[in-house]
């Protein structure tokens, strides 16, 4: 890869920028409404005792249900207020509230996550819940408590690495032989960069990159959807079966999956210069372009049937917002500046398009239409995930010089 100088890098966000912006309809008005620091500071303030973590809403009144800190959510919310903390930072002049207020709040509602290295039963979702920390150590790299996390959720994940399947595990099943893997592990791969950036543990680098080939060769379709289970014989190594979980069928492509992925591969470009995470990236994100509807709105699957009307998910929307500008980052990365337009064009009018849909100025979420589990019947819910990305989305805008706020 190319090193960029700050300003190299900036004048090419901004032709890149300003060609987008003449593709685009425009950003969202409510980007950096002052409704979102209001909403997230009156839910900080009320901090449960004993500890519990938002994660979605009722349909009805989007009222935040709380859960108990061992579940693959509840570093969503204390990563939140860390974005809070750097958007105030980022629009010191508009209404974010008080930056050290932020940083002061995200670090109390990290504390109960704490005890999680010793006694969580998360599985390969230790990378969510180590949000938090990688956040705390990019504005305090000495903080002692964040790298313990950091070194001990990696470890965790790393001890679910099987070398003959090549894979983390994701879900613990009966059978030991049975070995699951899901496409939302790509996320959870950042732990291990920011442990190995705290060790240089070489291995912690080599189970990322080990984990990713083995997804971008089973999990995803040569038509750039994907499979959001992959089970692995754990003894033989071979792949046993490909289905779905929370998806509409087996064969379909699960949205949010496919979001996790685009982000994922990205993320492991920019972690590794591979050529091959790019490529991968970019498949996945043609089928989003081309299997997205023409009014725009992310439904929970690309495959699920339009009749009756197929759910939006709104949170899988904002997380494929901010896997396009990652992607759109590595593309000026290797000078391909039509390719960073066209993604930051594709994510603008996604923003847009899905916060006018799911922009609820009444609910205690930020958005709804969220899809937790259609199968299950979670539908149309605001979400924690999808307020945490629809904020770092704002960030990450304007940092890339495409947004003023
Ligand atoms: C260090 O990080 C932890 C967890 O992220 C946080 O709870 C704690 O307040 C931080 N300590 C200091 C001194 O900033
Ligand atoms: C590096 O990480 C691996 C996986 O967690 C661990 O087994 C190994 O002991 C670590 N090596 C060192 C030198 O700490
Ligand atoms: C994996 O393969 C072994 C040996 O062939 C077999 O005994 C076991 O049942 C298989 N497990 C699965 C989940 O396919
Ligand atoms: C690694 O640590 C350095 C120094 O603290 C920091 O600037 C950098 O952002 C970190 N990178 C990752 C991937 O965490
Ligand atoms: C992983 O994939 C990259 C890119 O295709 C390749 O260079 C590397 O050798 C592969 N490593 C392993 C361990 O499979
Ligand atoms: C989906 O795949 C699973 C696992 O192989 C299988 O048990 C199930 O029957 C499949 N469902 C359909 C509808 O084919
Ligand atoms: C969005 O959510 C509202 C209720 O909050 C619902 O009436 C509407 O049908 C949803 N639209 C989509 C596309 O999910
Ligand atoms: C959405 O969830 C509701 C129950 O909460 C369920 O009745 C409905 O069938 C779901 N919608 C679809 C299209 O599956």
Not at 95 to 114: F, H, I, K, P, Y
Not at 294 to 301: A, F, L, R, T
Not at 311 to 326: E, Q
């Amino acid at each position: 890869m190319v090193s960029n100088t700050p300003t190299f890098f900036a004048l090419l966000a901004s032709t890149v920028g300003a060609y987008a912006a003449s593709a685009s309809i425009g950003l969202p008005p409510e980007l950096f409404s002052p409704l979102i620091a209001q909403k997230i500071a009156t839910i900080a303030a009320a901090i449960p005792s004993p500890m519990m973590y938002p994660q979605y809403t009722d349909r009805v009144e989007g009222v935040w249900q709380y859960f108990k800190p061992d579940e693959w959510t509840t570093g969503f919310f204390p990563a939140t207020l860390y974005a809070m903390h750097q958007r105030a930072q980022l629009c010191p002049s508009t209404n974010s509230g008080d930056a050290a207020q932020w940083l002061q709040l995200g670090r109390e509602w990290s504390t109960a996550e704490v005890p999680l290295e010793q006694t969580n039963t998360l599985g390969h979702d230790v990378g969510f819940v180590s949000y938090p920390f990688m956040l705390e150590l990019a504005v305090d790299p000495d903080n002692t408590t964040a790298q313990a996390a950091v070194n001990a959720f990696a470890a965790d994940l790393a001890a679910r690495f099987d070398p003959i399947v090549g894979c983390t595990r994701s879900w613990d099943t009966a059978d030991p032989t049975d070995f699951q893997v899901i496409i939302d592990n790509m996320m959870n791969l950042q732990v291990l960069f920011a442990s190995y950036n705290l060790t240089k543990n070489q291995t912690l680098v080599d189970i990322a990159i080990s984990h990713a080939n083995k997804t971008m060769e089973n999990h995803i379709r040569p038509d750039g959807g994907s499979f959001h289970v992959v089970e692995y014989n754990a003894t033989t190594g071979a792949v046993v079966a490909r289905f779905t979980s929370q998806g509409y069928s087996n064969s379909s492509t699960w949205s949010r999956g496919e979001a996790w992925g685009i982000y994922g591969f990205s993320n492991m470009f920019k972690h590794t210069g591979h050529i091959d995470y790019l490529n991968t990236a970019r498949k996945m994100a043609a089928y989003w372009i081309e299997n997205t509807p023409s009014d725009g709105i992310i439904p929970w699957d690309f495959n699920a049937p339009l009749v009756p009307p197929r759910p939006a998910d709104s949170s899988a929307a904002m997380i494929a917002v901010n896997g396009f500008l990652l992607l759109a980052e590595q593309e000026l990365s290797v000078y391909n500046l039509v390719g960073a337009a066209t993604y930051v064009a594709e994510a603008i009018r996604m923003l847009r398009l899905n916060t006018e849909l799911a922009w609820r100025p009444q609910w205690q979420s930020l958005l709804a239409n969220g899809t937790v589990n259609n199968p299950e019947h979670n539908n149309l819910t605001g979400i924690v995930y999808g307020d945490y990305f629809f904020v770092t989305a704002g960030n990450q805008l304007v940092e890339m010089g495409l947004a003023s706020c």
